[in-house]
């Protein structure tokens, strides 16, 4: 009963921008809540949604040049997604295919060419939703959707939550791509006369600091907007370091069971060690949560038994997270 009258609550009161002080009603303006329709699909902007955010994409053409068009075109629909408050049908995929080829180069801060092979290129590209949710309202098919009825407002709630479960599952699925980074500390071989050589390589997995400081940002932005500090609604406790002079700790509430679940999911999940050129995939199941990482230490040894001949074509030993086979 009490998570009930808690989740009727959540529908007549905005979390954005909480302070100690009554919640304000839902109010709407160009910098708070959003919401804009066009061709059937329903976009959403709140101050959650981040100014900037990180993707990588790829595409094809018949030339270099297009390919990387292409693969920014995808970038753009990607970074766009965390908007879409609808839901998504074949439909709405190649309406926003072209909504992202028609704003790509006002949504595009900055990109840099990861790889191009087989007419296929791959690029790391700065996608602003912001600046296309300015472009968008320019668009004379968006209708905007307004008002400060009970409806407006129960749902400008409901879309705040879903955008919050896009947003926490674009940043939380990346940790385990980009977040964390793969450091070789030494190889050592281990002396025989057989034919075979024995490899002990000591690494170390550690997290990508500018990546932490991005996602650590938005957790704190959403403890803010969830009232995480007041509130107990399905509230998740994430920590990333001890606690003292900072305040390395954010609690979250969730509202509901599945992104409860989502968050949950992204903190326990196994990590995934991989040494290409010798085939080899270690698992690792948290004893903690990944962002203990850098607070207890990741560093392990693993030994590897190859054909000596093996090694001749061999300079150094790449690892990564995640393995492709």
């Known amino acids: 009963m009490k998570r009930l009258i808690a989740l009727v609550a959540m529908m007549l009161v905005t979390n954005v921008n909480a302070q100690s002080s009554p919640v304000p009603p839902i109010t709407f303006s160009p910098v708070d809540a959003i919401s804009l329709v066009i061709s059937g699909i329903r976009f959403f902007h709140s101050e959650s949604t981040p100014k900037e955010i990180v993707v990588i994409a790829s595409g094809t053409g018949k030339t270099e040049n297009e390919a990387v068009n292409n693969a920014l075109i995808n970038a753009v629909q990607k970074g766009i997604g965390v908007l879409i408050v609808s839901d998504q049908t074949v439909k709405n995929g190649e309406v926003t295919r072209n909504l992202a080829a028609m704003y790509s180069s ?4 900055s990109y840099d060419v990861k790889e191009c092979k087989n007419n296929t290129c791959t690029v790391v590209a700065k996608i ?74 000591d690494y170390e997995v550690k997290w990508n600091p500018e990546f932490k400081k991005s996602v650590i940002s938005y957790l704190q932005k959403l ?75 990741f560093r392990k040894q693993k030994t590897v038994t ?6 001749q074509n061999i300079d150094k030993i790449s690892m990564t997270l995640g393995c492709t086979s």
């Open 106 to 109: 006002g949504v595009v801060n």
């Open 128 to 201: 602003s939703p912001w600046q296309f949710i300015r472009r968008l309202e320019g668009n004379e098919q968006t209708i905007k959707v307004n008002g400060k009825n009970l409806h407006a407002q129960a749902l400008t709630a409901q879309h705040a939550l879903v955008q919050r479960y896009k947003l926490t599952d674009y940043y939380l699925s990346h940790i385990r791509q980009s977040g964390l980074d793969v450091i070789v500390r030494e190889v050592k071989i281990v002396p025989s006369m057989n034919s075979d050589t024995t490899l002990v390589i």
């Open 223 to 297: 403890e803010k907007d969830t009232n995480g500090k007041t509130e107990e609604n399905l509230k998740v406790f994430i920590q990333w370091g001890p606690t003292g002079i900072f305040d390395n700790r954010v609690f979250i509430n969730t509202y509901d069971p599945r992104f409860r679940s989502l968050i949950m999911n992204y903190l326990h999940n196994p990590i995934f060690v991989g040494i290409k050129e010798f085939g080899v995939c270690e698992r690792f199941d948290l004893s903690s949560d990944v962002f203990k990482i850098d607070w207890y230490g």
């Open 306 to 311: 190859v054909d000596t001949k093996k090694l």
